[in-house]
């Protein structure tokens, strides 16, 4: 067989053809569908955040130490994961791997960053933000408003999730504010920590968040 | 008559290195009877035996209860690659300053072509008396029986030469004997196992027999890996099968500028060099079986070290040896420098002309990184596993966890693997990204659970070490137990800095659950007891984890 020189395979293509080849490309390429843009929630965080979360936005968590941000940033991850995306936390090595598999996390697909120092936290998060899905990590005191919004920008480029948690300094589509955590079991002297309902309260003003100021209770 | 195929080889071989690579970095394993276990298939077995241990009967290969059985007081170690690799390289050293044509088979087995050397030294006799000399030197302090030096024609009768000597002496087979010196070997020594199996079937049980097989004959029945084979065993040239002379420009090769002087950035580069090494050899449909690695300093050192693997390095495995050497070398350099970490010109000078006295490491960062591959040949084929999952996906989390290992350490970006176990701490492992997952303990399929598990849910943030907490009752006195595992009072408040506001009021609590961990050992036995509590801090209840041990209380976890 003869293959025809680059000249002249270009001169047989008549415009005409040329154009409905492209038409016909762009009836080939592959949709993207709104669903491809959001995570549909399914567990416990599907009520109160409206079913779903957005695709390269932010969702900022705080709440003190015991309140339950820790469970559920596990939940937001169990979401994650059991699709078969990636996500990542930034921790200082406390992070509970055996709570994060009872939650529902492939732990195969949750990488743990440890002990990250403050000053690298966004060069980090940047990189993290490249290849996950979903990125939570304590925010470090005083990070600069300037790398806050660099990093809220990557998210939206890349169609990650990004979690920060602590004090967030810019803008977020949802902000999840962990109140505390209503405990069922425990008795003076018996019985043992069984359930959970969170105290949550979303303020939120993208796409799929409740509005609003009410308290939700979720089963965690 | 001597075979000019055949290269006559040295071989050196430290019996149970992983022993003595654990007692090197552990002073308390020596003198006691240690036991270093690997994972075959979902099999917990011995990899190597101390002295101590094999005198009890735990032999290569038992079970991990069975030689603990053995061998009661038995201390018994996971393998550690990188650590056993970096430990053997002070033995490599030792070898270097005869012969610069050292190769690694594995940590604790190396070899190298003689014919220089021997007449250097006087004879392969005089040869092997200094490396057993020098490699004793370079393991004083631990057994300096262990080495065994083999010489003879071809790196497979000099192995099992080495093999044949005793603790701490060599075996020189004389050139031209090595098919007498082979024969009554069992053809078990040939490391094939299928064609192992096959001769036994046929009654054909030592590798004598096996070479009085006609070449031809072999070769027509058992093709050009047989042939292989039977030239080994006839001690005639054991090279690879087929070797391809590698195109020069498969060399990888960086500057790095400026000078690295940690080992996470001059790995991360040389995981570029290697991912490109190989699938450019994988283009040619060709496969490194050994590679060369050399690093220039920059006070104008130059080190290089082959390391070899039998079925062609992945990119993977090769990127681990070149950590493991570059680790060798920088660490090497990091005692010395150490010295000088104090802006003190002198002091740096001190220890500048002390790393210069030391034969034996570098002085300085590295400033360039050469990937040789010394031997290459065609690839065999490999299957790739059928269910791939995202793959996209999966290479996009692979190369940014990839790059944050280069930045901030192997160890700082992990995966949890689930074991057993009964704390919150010890139900799950840290497992570096890239490593294997494997749990080495773990029964295959489901995690079974525990007797005297902490019950789940489990705790969302685990303490490890556990954080010092005051535990007391109604009348403020420290909570504890007594010997048959009664509280002493009932926890009223529970005080630690971690928790907001310092700590508060307990409303409700369980416990204490007693936990008696390896009754059976005086040594390792460790008794403690828990509580779970529920703590008001300020309207805010936090359900805590606290453990009680020697009478001190702390905090293990929160539920948060």
């Given amino acids: ?220 | 008559m001597a075979n000019p195929a055949v290269v006559r080889t040295c071989c050196v071989w430290c019996a149970d290195w992983p022993v003595l690579a654990h007692r090197r970095r552990e002073s308390t394993a020596r003198g006691v009877p240690v036991a270093v276990l690997e994972r075959v298939g979902n099999r917990v077995v011995v990899r190597a035996a101390s002295v101590e241990a094999r005198a009890h009967g735990v032999r290569r290969g038992m079970r991990r209860r069975e030689a603990e059985a053995c061998c009661a007081d038995l201390c018994v170690v996971d393998a550690d690659a990188a650590n056993e690799a970096r430990a053997f390289e002070s033995v490599a050293r030792a070898v270097e300053q005869l012969t610069p044509r050292v190769v690694l088979e594995r940590p604790g087995l190396l070899s190298f072509p003689t014919h220089g050397p021997a007449r250097y030294f006087g004879g392969d006799d005089a040869l092997a008396a200094r490396v057993v000399e020098l490699v004793a030197q370079s393991l004083a302090g631990l057994d300096h029986a262990a080495v065994r030096v083999g010489i003879a024609d071809g790196a497979f009768a000099a192995r099992l030469a080495a093999r044949r000597a005793a603790p701490g002496t060599a075996v020189v087979v004389p050139v031209g004997d090595a098919a007498a010196f082979l024969e009554p070997f069992p053809v078990g020594e040939l490391e094939h196992p299928d064609l192992v199996d096959l001769l036994t079937r046929l009654g054909i049980a030592t590798l004598g027999a096996f070479a009085a097989l006609p070449a031809d004959a072999v070769l027509a029945r058992f093709g050009d890996e047989g042939a292989h084979l039977h030239a080994i065993a006839s001690g005639r040239g054991d090279g690879p099968p087929v070797l391809v002379v590698p195109p020069p420009d498969l060399v990888e090769h960086a500057e790095l500028d400026p000078p690295v002087a940690s080992v996470e950035l001059a790995a991360f580069t040389a995981k570029a060099m290697a991912d490109r090494m190989v699938e450019r050899l994988g283009a040619m449909g060709l496969a490194c079986t050994e590679v060369m690695v050399e690093a220039e300093t920059e006070h104008g050192e130059r080190l290089a070290r082959v390391w070899r693997h039998a079925d062609g390095f992945g990119a993977h495995a090769l990127v681990e040896r070149v950590r493991w050497q570059l680790d060798g070398w920088l660490a090497g350099a990091a005692d010395h420098v150490a010295v000088a970490l104090d802006d003190d010109p002198r002091a740096r000078q001190d220890a500048a002309a002390l790393a210069d006295a030391g034969l034996d490491s570098t002085t300085g960062a590295l400033t360039m990184v050469r990937l040789t591959p010394a031997v290459v040949v065609p690839v065999r084929g490999r299957q790739l596993g059928f269910w791939g999952g995202d793959a996209a996906a999966h290479a996009r989390a692979d190369r940014a966890l990839s790059r944050l290992q280069g930045m901030l350490g192997h160890e700082a970006v992990v995966t949890f693997v689930r074991v057993g176990g009964r704390t919150p701490a010890e139900q799950v492992r840290a497992v570096p990204w890239g490593e294997p997952r494997d749990a080495p303990f773990a029964v295959a399929g489901e995690t079974p659970t525990w007797p005297g598990a902490v019950p789940s849910p489990a705790p969302a943030r685990v303490y490890d070490p556990p954080v010092p907490a005051s535990l007391v009752d109604i009348e403020g006195r420290a909570v504890r137990v007594t010997g048959r595992g009664e509280a002493t009072g009932a926890p009223h408040r529970l005080d630690c800095a971690r928790l907001p506001g310092g700590g508060g009021r307990v409303i409700a609590w369980a416990g204490p659950w007693a936990h008696d961990v390896r009754w059976w050992d005086e040594v390792t036995r460790r008794r403690c007891v828990r509580w779970q509590v529920l703590v008001d801090t300020g309207g805010l209840e936090v359900a805590c984890l606290v453990v009680l041990e020697h009478g001190v209380a702390a905090l293990e976890a929160v539920y948060d």
């Fill in chain 1, 1 to 220: 067989m003869v293959l025809a020189e680059p000249e002249e395979s270009l001169e047989v293509v008549d415009p005409a053809s040329a154009l409905g080849l492209r038409a016909l490309a762009g009836a080939v390429r592959p949709a993207v569908l709104a669903r491809a843009r959001v995570l549909e929630l399914t567990g416990p965080l599907a009520e109160v955040l409206g079913g779903s979360l957005r695709r390269g936005s932010v969702l900022a968590l705080d709440g003190p130490l015991g309140a339950g941000v820790t469970s559920v940033v596990g939940a937001l991850a169990a979401e994650v994961t059991a699709r078969g995306e990636w996500a990542a936390v930034l921790d200082d090595g406390t992070f509970g791997g055996a709570a994060a598999a009872e939650a529902g996390v492939v732990t195969e697909r949750l990488a743990v960053v440890r002990s990250t120092a403050a000053d690298r936290w966004p060069t980090v998060v940047a990189a993290l933000l490249d290849g996950m899905t979903l990125v939570a990590g304590s925010v470090p005191a005083r990070l600069r408003v300037g790398d806050a919004r660099r990093l809220v920008a990557r998210a939206r480029e890349r169609g990650a999730v990004l979690v920060p948690i602590g004090t967030w300094p810019v803008e977020a589509a949802v902000r999840v504010h962990v109140l505390g955590s209503d405990w069922v079991g425990l008795a003076p002297g018996a019985g043992m920590l069984r359930t959970r309902r969170w105290r949550v309260h979303v303020e939120g003003k993208g796409a799929g968040a409740h509005r609003g100021h009410a308290v939700h209770a979720v089963a965690g």
